[in-house]
Every structure is written in structure tokens, then in C-alpha cells.
């Protein structure tokens, strides 16, 4: 693998939209703010695999790869598993740091061992695969123990970028809800994760919940077989990464609250509850780390009611960087978010496309949990009635992912009306891919 220079880091911008005029005695302000960041990552849209990179590349990932006894049920699974891994090792740049960690109801360190990280070359990466081939499937899954053991080797890294890839096949049986909920929270800000579930039983909400604490992504892979591609996909977009840590930073003035804070694409995540304080009237929201790439929040705000005429700054949006000594380095990108108070009912009225997009867009997510969630609970006529609106929604915003993924869960009688019926037989495999991809979004067509 050649070495060249490192990339430059990627220039952030910010883009609000909104309609920024209020009724008389109008508090809820709406805007989506659009992140972009240009100039580093995936130069020029290119694959990472094609990026130059050096031998001081600023990052190191961990590998986390199920070993547990189900994995030899078929036994292609464990092989496959085997070749994914080893094609992300391949796909890793020279200079990263990383390790691969074999997950049962222990964590083992399968390379290099020794509690510390491997550094990406040609040799490292044939000595990885050399240890990949001796994986064997055994024991049974815990998976916050794989999750700590990487959040060590990680962290002896001296890097700027941390990143975990995690495949499992089975449930978390060899520990608590608790216990997993509890490595989550410890994890969570020290490095970001990608979660695979292989084959069909795995429990979604347990990966999902994983890919969520910390800042990664979620998917099925169904088939086995596929796992190679998606692995590589993974590391390709791991390998992108450039800034890490970066936080939305949310000023407001005296007397405004902020109800809620979501990314909204990529896919939905609802920000609010991890908010941590940045000075007076400001809080910061995790984003994770970023590439060359773009991503939409909606910001909503409660500001006092004010007269007509009248005009305030509801909030200010910047892009931060948290310091170890407590202080933050400015990204140089701002976004203002406005509240003007009118007697004009078709300004005051009017609803921006991007704001009723999204709103749309979270709405379905949810009725594709709930209405999953009630048919499992047997409520036929709750299940239909939500998955009917789900259908209604992707219909209307042209996400025609998520429309062919709950054709394999109802038939589709009407999709303007949200008329559904529920099919009597659904592929578990079906119905497990629309659930783990519920929260992915599309963007607004500006």
C-alpha cells in the first residue's frame, strides 16, 4: 500500500433555514441546520481505500468480532466473518492504529495482544489476517466486555480519531441490560462505533442501542455472505474521518428554552438529553466525528412571546471541538436562528419545506417503532393503523427506501390514504432490516 501525505482537516459551514416569522404571541421557533464539512475526508467524493494518507495517520480502530458458539451455526457464518475482518484490515491506511478483539461472554485480544495496538502496514495487516484464520466459534456473548476492552486499547492511542466496528449474531445473554447500558454510558464520547447484526437472531434494539450511545451506525446484513462489502464500506468511511469530538454548540438568550435538539439526516437522532453545559445560555451536542460530509439538525426553540414588529435572535449555532481543559476550539462556522413577530397570516402561517420534511421524516421513524412493536404485541389493528401512516409518510417524501422495506411487512392498498393490511407471513429477516433501518432519512429535495 503506497504512502503519501496526510489530507488537510475539512472546512466546516452552517446553513439555516426557517420561517422566522411568529403570529402574535408565537413561541415555537423551527429551524434545520445543515453541517457540511468540505475539503478533507473523501477528497472530491473519492472512496477513502483511494485517499493518500501517511505513516503519522491520527487514528486507530478496533475490530470486534463475535466468536460466540452460534456463529458455527452454519458454519459459513464464522468464515465469513473471518473474510469481512480481514478485508477491513485491508482496507485500513498506513499508520493506524488498531486491534482485533474475538467476543464471547469474554473479550480476547486476537491482535497483536499484549494490551496495546498494531500499527497499519503491509506487515501488520498480513500478520492480522494470519490471526483471524485461527478464530473459532465458541462460548457465549457479553458484549459490554468487548465494548470495554476496545475503549482500553483505544485509549492508549495517542489519536485524535477512535473508532470501533462490532459484529455480533446473537443476544447480549451472558450479561445485564444493565450492565451494557452501563459500558454504554462509560463509552460513550471516547470513541464513536458501527454495529452489525449477522443473520436473524440478533436482537435489533440491543444494536441499535449500541450504534446509538456511541454515535455510529446500525445495520443487518442478512446474509452472511455479505458481510465483506459492508465491512468494507464501514473502514472505507472510518478511514474518512478527520475531525473528532465536534459538538453543536446552542446559544439562546435570556428566557428561551430549548425543547429539543435532533440530527435528522443522515438518519434520526434525537440530541436532547445529552446536552452538556458550555457557559452561560449555551449547551454543546455530541456529533461524533466527521469526513468530507453533510448533515441536517432540527433545532427547535421556546421564546417569550413578543409584539408585532418585534424581532429577536432565538438562538446561535456554532461548531465546537471540547479541550481537555475545559475550553472548546471554534470551528469558524455560525448559523443564526431568528424569531420576527407579524400580523401577515400567510408569512406567520407558512411552513418551511425543509422543517416539514423532517418533522415528517422523525414521524415515520416513530411509526415504524411503534407499529413494529405492536404487531409483535399482537395489537393487529394499532400495528395496522401505524404502519398504514408510515407508509403515507415515505410516500410523501419520496423515501423510497424505507417504502420497499415495509411493502415486505404489509400490503399496500393505498399509499396517499396510509391504506395497509398487515401480511399474515413476514420473512424475519424482513421485518428485522425495516426495523434496524427505520431512522434512516432522506434529504430534502432543496
Known sequence: MAN?????????????????YLPEGGTQ??????????GGGTLAGAPAAARPAGPDADAAVALMVDCSGSMDYPPTK???????TAAAVDTLRDGVHFAVIGGTHVAKEVYPGGGRLAVADATTREQAKQALRKLSAGGGTAIGTWLRLADRLLSSADVAIRHGILLTDGRNEHES???LKATLDACAGRFTCDARGVGTDWEVKEVTSIASALLGSADIVADPAGLA?????????????EVADVALRVWTPVGTTIRFVKQVAPTVEDLTGRRTEAGPRAGDYPTGSWGDESRDYHVC?????AGLGQEMLAARVSLVVPQPDGSAQNLGAQGLVRAVWTDDMTASTSINPQVAHYTGQAELAQAIQEGLDLRKAGDIDGA??????A???????????TAKLLAKVVDVVDVATGTVRLKAKVAEADEMTLETRSTKTVRVKK
Open 384 to 389: 395496522t393503523a401505524k404502519l398504514g401512516r
Open 78 to 84: 464464522m468464515r465469513n466473518a473471518r473474510d469481512a
Open 391 to 401: 407508509v403515507q409518510l415515505a410516500g410523501a417524501s419520496g423515501n423510497a427506501d
Open 29 to 38: 421557533v423551527d429551524a434545520i441546520v445543515t453541517v457540511t464539512s468540505t
Open 177 to 179: 441490560a444493565e450492565d
Open 301 to 305: 426553540v421556546e421564546v417569550p412571546a
Open 229 to 241: 462489502a459492508d465491512f468494507t464500506r464501514m473502514m472505507e468511511t472510518a478511514m474518512g474521518k
Open 4 to 20: 503519501f501525505s496526510k489530507p488537510s482537516v475539512p472546512r466546516f459551514s452552517v446553513d439555516v433555514y426557517q420561517n422566522e
